[in-house]
């Protein structure tokens, strides 16, 4: 029977290397513990920038000026967007009838405080000056003098006083210009 154990032996050993080669008696296993949660429907969206102005229209509109009227009217512009913004005013005038009204008319922009604009007493931001000049700030990218500063949801009212001089010659007579105000605003965050 000796020899007989002899012939198992070896048989015995390859069995046994093959189970120790496939990791049977291996101390490492491959058995861990796991976990994973998963939170789903993150909701990620952009803001914007809205700048809006009341009246919608136009809201400078006077007729049969004679040399020394003034008129004064006023514009809201509000903030309706979620992000902070500065905004910043151009004006362009037409001279269809060649009499150049346009570079006659003297614009005073002005903040409204708690009075009415006709008391004047708001800081003036623009002029006075040509009508067709009137600017304030920059529509170029980034911060610049003269821009204006809205928070989101706030707004603030302008004061334009618009005014022929009593100096104007009779070659104003039945003249006409008409202006256009156009705002540009920016996001102020991340925009220095």
Do not use: H, W
């Not at 009341?54 to 006077?62: I, M, N, R």
């Not at 009508?131 to 603030?156: C, H, K, P, T, W």
Request: proline share 4%.
């Amino acid at each position: 029977m000796i020899p007989s154990i002899r012939l198992l032996m070896p048989l015995v050993l390859v069995v046994m290397t093959g189970l120790v080669a496939a990791g049977f008696f291996v101390e490492d296993s491959l058995a861990i513990f796991t976990d994973q949660e998963v939170n789903a429907a993150n909701t990620i969206s952009a803001g914007n920038i809205a700048l809006d102005d009341a009246p919608d229209s136009a809201f400078l509109t006077v007729s049969n000026m004679i040399p020394g009227d003034t008129s004064i009217s006023s514009v809201t512009l509000t903030n309706s967007g979620t992000g902070d913004l500065r905004y910043a005013m151009t004006t362009s005038a037409d001279n269809t009838d060649t009499k150049n009204l346009r570079d006659q008319l003297q614009l005073t922009i002005r903040t409204k405080t708690v009075n009415p604009c006709s008391s004047e007493d708001g800081t003036i931001i623009y002029g006075p000056g040509i009508l067709s000049s009137g600017v304030f700030g920059s529509a170029a990218q980034g911060a610049d003098a003269g821009d204006r500063a809205l928070l989101a949801a706030a707004n603030e009212i302008l004061c334009f006083k618009v005014e022929l001089p009593i100096a104007s010659a009779d070659t104003y007579q039945n003249a006409t210009t008409t202006a256009t105000f156009t705002f540009d605003a920016e996001q102020t965050s991340n925009n220095p």
